[in-house]
């Protein structure tokens, strides 16, 4: 029988925030203001990944960032992923049922800790029966993880930043850390979390729905009303409206229910 893939998250050692080394010294300051003049000029996704595989990782060296925000409880969840590995991305990780848990975990870890950051080591895929997606399947053969909350107290929501490595166990000075997450936060609330088209067959598909679009989408599939949504997002809710209404044009539906339904089905599809 053909042995499948599962990701246990394990690890050897958990470092928290607080074990590591707390300084930062004249060069460390010097690439704390490289990283700040570029994000100031920042406004679309690529550049946006630019900078982190440039100055960012001067600070925090990192092969993929994974930054997952939304209802934690509920599963409801939605995914930015900048990566210089070919077969890890937003819309593969969006495609399968795995990477929910297991950032579930992640955060309920943060929460566990008092929302300090902390260093995973040893993700691991072994055979155990049940097929994964294969993208998350590659986050298991991660050497290290650093995974980083921000709490927003004004809408009530948090959303983890989870910064994985190939080769390395990440280190960074806990002062730096706590200066550059902000900075990464702000930047990506100003660009468009985009999304990959990689359908070929022609039907429309959640790859096809635009980074802000899956945004609502997860909160119409759980019940939220176009005010609620626009509160979440802090947008108006006559936006929520526009992007519906786009949205039922891309899945060629005439309800939220329609929509929620199809939507589902090509996610799993």
Request: proline share 3%; with cysteine; aromatic share 6%.
């Amino acid at each position: 029988m053909r042995k499948t893939a599962q990701l246990l998250l394990t690890s050897r050692k958990i470092l928290p925030g607080n074990v590591m080394r707390s300084h930062i010294d004249m060069r460390g300051w010097e690439a704390l203001r490289a990283v700040a003049r570029q994000a100031s000029a920042i406004s679309r996704h690529v550049d946006f990944f630019k900078w982190l595989q440039g100055e960012v990782s001067v600070l925090l060296p990192h092969d993929v960032l994974v930054a997952v925000w939304g209802d934690f409880a509920t599963g409801h969840l939605s995914y930015d992923v900048a990566s210089n590995i070919a077969d890890i991305g937003t819309c593969q990780v969006m495609s399968g049922d795995d990477a929910g848990p297991l950032m579930r975990e992640l955060h309920r870890r943060w929460l566990a800790g008092g929302e300090r950051w902390y260093v995973l080591e040893d993700f691991e895929s072994v055979g155990t029966g049940r097929t994964v997606n294969s993208s998350i399947a590659a986050l298991g053969r991660m050497r290290s993880a650093l995974v980083h909350g921000i709490h927003d107290r004004r809408g009530g929501s948090d959303c983890i930043y989870v910064f994985f490595d190939k080769d390395i166990v990440i280190d960074v000075e806990p002062a730096i850390l706590e200066i550059l997450v902000p900075q990464i936060d702000a930047v990506l609330r100003r660009v468009e979390c985009l999304v990959p088209d990689i359908r070929t067959d022609g039907d429309p598909g959640p790859c096809e729905i635009s980074g802000r679009e899956h945004e609502i989408m997860q909160w119409v599939r759980s019940g939220k009303t176009n005010h609620e949504i626009g509160l979440i997002l802090n947008i108006s809710p006559n936006t929520v409206k526009n992007h519906l209404k786009r949205i039922f044009h891309k899945l060629n539906v005439s309800s939220r229910a329609q929509a929620v339904a199809k939507y589902g089905s090509l996610a799993r599809g």
